[in-house]
């Protein structure tokens, strides 16, 4: 059962469309990641599902329920945002709290969420502190402590380990989708790294331009990208794609574009010649960056590489690791 369906949703700021015409479903107790650069609609449409800004046209049911005129507060969604919008002057107690108060939840309701929420996040001996005295990845659990305690069976996130650093980022993302699945939660999760969209998503739906560019899990995206666009913006380092007649490479059709992942790439005795243009060492590995026929191609080799810039390397792949791009329109070729 989808917990949430976009139909047809487009949202226009005067003369701009922003969003246009998204459809997608988030099933009940599933990840679902809206991944983007900036500015592709991904927050837009986090807005418009929680009912903070409202559709130009289209429709957004909630557990089976239209709520495309609903207030915020009248859709039964948790939201947690960037900022993590916590009260300096509250302790943790009555920060996680504060929302069941102004909606008047008895009393003995309120201890019985908070005391489940403080179990699940471990907060249970931060809760007579103050932000001011917690670590970013404390906060950012308070902020998860009022989502839970709403009890709402819908959690949207929009882009909440952003403040983060690197290692943070990594065990909060373990720790939110451990929680989801825990709780059962169906969750909508904003983002622009694509790694956090790997990592944790049953559904990734990557925007351009305020459209869909593909939908669908994590492993479909990377094994066969609809688009250039999706291409380059799933993998680290992004997939090669370059001119295949230029590089004197058969291809399907005239004109074609040739995609190859750097770690499919492999240098060899012989193949494609090429130049090598730098040299990254990344511990497990090093990245090879090369140049041939004008073309920048990234090979990803074990261990560290003995190359270095202005080496003439052999540039190998097999035709399983290939994918072709239309030229014009970047589409997938079938």
């Given at each position: ?199 944790m998503a049953d559904r990734v739906i990557l925007m351009e331009r305020g459209r869909i560019a593909q939908n669908g899990p994590p ?116």
């Amino acid at each position: 059962m989808a917990a949430i369906v976009l139909t047809n949703v487009s949202k226009d700021w005067g003369e701009t469309r922003v969003l246009d015409d998204v459809s997608f479903a988030a099933d009940e107790g599933s990840l679902v990641v809206l991944l983007g650069p900036s500015g592709c609609g991904k927050s837009t449409t986090l807005r418009l599902i929680a009912g903070l800004d409202q559709v130009s046209s289209g429709t957004i049911t909630i557990a089976g329920r239209d709520v495309t005129a609903l207030k915020p507060g009248q859709r039964s969604v948790a939201m947690v945002f960037q900022s993590y919008a916590l009260f300096p002057h509250l302790t943790v107690r009555e920060n996680i709290v504060f929302g069941l108060k102004a909606r008047k939840v008895p009393a003995a309701d309120r201890e019985r969420r908070l005391a489940r929420a403080a179990d699940v996040l471990g907060l249970a001996a931060l809760l007579e502190r103050k932000p001011s005295q917690l670590s970013g990845g404390q906060q950012q659990r308070v902020a998860l402590g009022r989502a839970i305690v709403a009890e709402s069976p819908v959690c949207l996130m929009d882009e909440p380990l952003s403040n983060l650093d690197a290692q943070l980022r990594g065990d909060m993302r373990r720790e939110i989708r451990a929680l989801q699945q825990r709780l059962g939660m169906t969750m909508v999760y904003v983002t622009h790294d694509q790694v956090e969209a790997m990592t944790m998503a049953d559904r990734v739906i990557l925007m351009e331009r305020g459209r869909i560019a593909q939908n669908g899990p994590p492993e479909e995206l990377y094994a066969r990208p609809r688009t250039v666009f999706a291409a380059r913006f799933i993998g680290t380092p992004p997939m090669n794609v370059v001119d295949a007649a230029r590089l004197s490479i058969p291809s399907p059709r005239p004109g074609a574009l040739l995609g190859v992942r750097p770690e499919n790439v492999a240098v060899a005795a012989e193949g494609l010649p090429a130049r090598v243009v730098t040299v990254e060492y990344l511990g497990a590995d090093s990245l090879v960056e090369t140049e041939a026929a004008g073309e920048k191609i990234f090979a990803k080799v074990e261990g560290k590489s003995a190359l270095k810039p202005g080496d003439t390397v052999h540039l190998a792949w097999v035709d399983g690791d290939c994918h072709w791009f239309d030229a014009k329109t970047g589409e997938r070729l079938q």
